[in-house]
């Protein structure tokens, strides 16, 4: 088992591209987590899916950004048409059992800086 | 609307001391704290966590402290070490719901 496992680690690309990042849970692990952190904050939720279901959604996922998980094992989260403020740290997280109780496993993350 | 805070952006301590990192948060629904460390190009690992029914819980150097009626928690760290080095955040989330909310954070340097 080598945890969360998410790529790319970076990517830069210019306003208005499109970008998808990837994220490999840990494989017993039914729940799946997206979070961003931006410069001087914590991670922010973003979705999460519980099998292949998306079960909530922020508000800060505008309709330029799209998360699947098609068989309930890896994700991706996509965001088209990049500005300049979706510049962060995105985090994938996994976790088996259902609440918070035990602590998520987050990945190393990818960061996105939009140029 | 900032409901998970933690007012040290830093804190240095010196080697074998202990560290005590500061949290707190305004929303009573909220009954799940956790604690997570974070080093530099890495995601976040989970240390330590406490429900609402108990007022600390510990787990080797690492202790934490709940205090509901001030909406207050610590993490104490005795002796601290120089792999203490790192991020911490506080984290809170609430009965069935599925998502952690974080403070900004508490960058600990230990110093040898």
């Known amino acids: 088992d080598t945890g969360v496992s998410q790529n790319p680690r970076h990517k830069i690309t210019k306003r208005g591209q499109n970008v998808t990042f990837r994220c490999d849970p840990i494989?017993?692990?039914?729940?799946l987590y997206w979070y961003r952190q931006t410069l001087g904050q914590g991670p922010e939720f973003l979705t999460y899916?519980?099998?292949?279901?998306?079960?909530?959604k922020s508000r800060l996922l505008s309709d330029r950004f799209s998360a699947e998980r098609p068989k309930g094992s890896f994700s991706t989260l996509e965001i088209q048409r990049t500005e300049q403020g979706d510049s962060a740290m995105y985090l994938c997280?996994?976790?088996?059992?259902?609440?918070?109780?035990?602590?998520?496993?987050f990945g190393s993350g990818t960061r996105l800086t939009v140029v | 609307d900032q409901q998970v805070k933690q007012n040290s952006p830093s804190l240095s301590v010196q080697e074998g001391r202990i560290s005590i990192l500061n949290c707190d948060y305004t929303?009573?629904?909220?009954?799940?704290f956790l604690w997570y460390k974070k080093y530099p190009a890495e995601g976040p690992t989970f240390l330590i966590s406490?429900?609402?029914?108990?007022d600390k819980n510990e787990d080797g150097r690492f202790t934490v402290f709940l205090n509901k009626s001030a909406k207050h928690l610590s993490l104490h760290i005795v002796p601290s070490q120089p792999g203490d080095s790192a991020v911490y955040f506080c984290?809170?989330?609430?009965?069935?719901?599925?998502?952690?909310?974080f403070g900004t954070g508490t960058r600990l340097t230990i110093i040898p």
């Open positions: 984290a809170a989330s609430s009965f069935g719901n599925e998502k952690l909310t």
């Open positions: 406490i429900s609402s029914i108990k």
């Open positions: 899916f519980q099998n292949e279901a998306q079960l909530e």
């Open positions: 929303n009573s629904m909220f009954d799940y």
């Open positions: 494989s017993e692990h039914n729940r």
């Open positions: 997280a996994s976790s088996l059992v259902a609440g918070t109780n035990y602590g998520y496993t």
